[in-house]
């Protein structure tokens, strides 16, 4: 067993892994250890556009939600004219947390310390005994609290921590047309419904990423109950069919399968299907059309899926939407977000229907989430046992799947959907962010 005890040593691993997934393998030690972890934070999520909310979440002035980046604590709020501002959730005075909750509705947040009191969009308004302690030397108006950089796509709020990053519609790179099938099911976008599923997981971030980024090849074995009691219409035989798409550079990745006889739109109700083909492009329509399951990471650590699970055995499925953020807080330990979208416009009847069939199959006690799991934390506490941390796993799956010409979508889309070709491409990304290169 080597240790990366040292920056040359921890530099030399980086190199040889980027250059091992070139060649189709990536390492165990990855996924569980200290000095790769402590450079995630100092390379990635400092850089990187990170999600915070949906907008959803805080949909009236006051409202706010406390989210992450990186180890950062950070006020997701709503301000008084409804602009959306990201602040770091520390008083300047002297550091104290400022909101404790994890969500509320709050004009002003005050410190519980020495009373330094802001606004929700992070100006310092009120200082006990201004005058008489400061005698006019500090001006509230460079005291503000620390504001993060944020920006939003069909109601994703997304901070960034680097000035420097570019734009998150160049960082996104063309997956938004991808994300739109999670985000436009009609004119009026998706909803979350109710506040997400929250836990702590002994599963390192990336296991959940590169599963989201498209691992159809798990589900049939890791998921078997779904099919052989009929709660998931496909069977193991054609579970590869479909394609992988990815987006080279970018590091975001879908799956998407298809079942033969999964009537297109199928799992949601009649009327919200026109206004599905209406919010989006004709491309994307044929997509959506040919699609029963998308499975995508936006790069490094959001996901989304869109599922038929049916609530009563060998009924229809219900399609449902769900996006989760795996926040790594340690090597081998994330703290999980799960929320259930909805479309705005559904009837009232298909979204209750939505969640039962989100909260039965990926709800934090749920069926898929539970076959997750229980596999993610046994390969997490592999990868950290002295044999297995130096040891390679093969990621060539679909090394030489040239794109799919007919595909009607943008990206790289190989077939059949059970590939490596977006892990490969999601871990490209990453090193080039450990190497500093991105
Ligand atoms: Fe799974």
Not at 59 to 70: C, E, F, L, N, Q
Not at 122 to 140: A, F, H, N, Q, T
Not at 244 to 269: E, K, N, Q, T, Y
Not at 423 to 438: I, K, N, P, V
């Amino acid at each position: 067993m080597t240790a990366l005890r040292d920056s040359t040593a921890l530099a030399e691993w980086v190199s040889r892994t980027r250059a091992g997934i070139g060649e189709g393998r990536f390492p165990a030690r990855a996924f569980n250890d200290e000095a790769v972890y402590a450079l995630e934070q100092d390379r990635l999520f400092t850089k990187a556009w990170c999600f915070l909310a949906h907008e959803s979440e805080i949909p009236s002035p006051g409202d706010y939600v406390t989210r992450a980046i990186a180890n950062n604590n950070i006020i997701v709020a709503r301000d008084e004219h409804g602009e959306v501002h990201a602040s770091l959730n520390m008083c300047r005075h002297r550091g104290n947390v400022m909101c404790k909750s994890e969500m509320g509705n709050a004009s002003h947040f005050r410190c519980s310390y020495h009373g330094w009191t802001y606004k929700n969009s992070g100006e310092l308004v009120g200082v006990p005994y201004m005058k008489e302690g400061y005698e006019g030397r500090l001006k509230r108006k460079d005291w503000g609290l620390v504001a993060v950089r944020v920006d939003t796509y069909e109601g994703l709020v997304f901070g960034c921590l680097d000035p420097a990053a570019p734009s998150l519609e160049d960082y996104l790179g063309g997956f938004q047309f991808y994300l739109d099938l999670y985000l436009k099911h009609g004119l009026g976008g998706v909803e979350v419904h109710g506040p997400p599923d929250h836990w702590v997981a002994d599963t390192d971030w990336k296991i959940c990423a590169e599963n989201f980024a498209g691992d159809g090849y798990h589900t049939p074995v890791a998921h078997q109950f779904g099919f052989n009691l009929g709660y998931f219409p496909s069977s193991g035989t054609t579970h590869s069919q479909g394609w992988a798409v990815s987006v080279p550079g970018r590091g975001h990745g879908i799956g998407l399968g298809h079942s033969p006889d999964f009537p297109a739109f199928g799992g949601f109700p009649d009327e919200l299907v026109a206004g599905m083909k209406e919010a989006m492009s004709p491309a994307q329509a044929a997509v959506f059309a040919q699609t029963r399951t998308a499975v995508g990471t936006v790069f490094p650590n959001l996901s989304f899926l869109m599922q038929p699970f049916s609530l009563v055995p060998g009924q229809p499925g219900v399609r449902f939407v769900t996006m989760r953020l795996y926040h790594p807080v340690g090597p081998g330990r994330m703290e999980m977000y799960s929320w259930c979208l909805v479309p705005k416009d559904a009837p009232q009847d298909y979204k209750t229907e939505a969640y039962r069939a989100y909260t039965l199959a990926f709800g934090q006690a749920g069926t898929f989430e539970q076959d997750d799991f229980e596999n993610w934390t046994k390969v997490t506490r592999s990868a950290a046992s002295g044999l297995v941390r130096d040891l390679d796993f093969p990621y060539v799956m679909g090394m030489e799947s040239e794109p799919d010409p007919d595909f009607p979508g943008p990206g790289h889309a190989v077939r059949p959907y059970v590939n490596d070709t977006n892990f490969r491409t999601l871990w490209s990304r990453w090193g080039d962010y450990l190497a500093g290169e991105a």
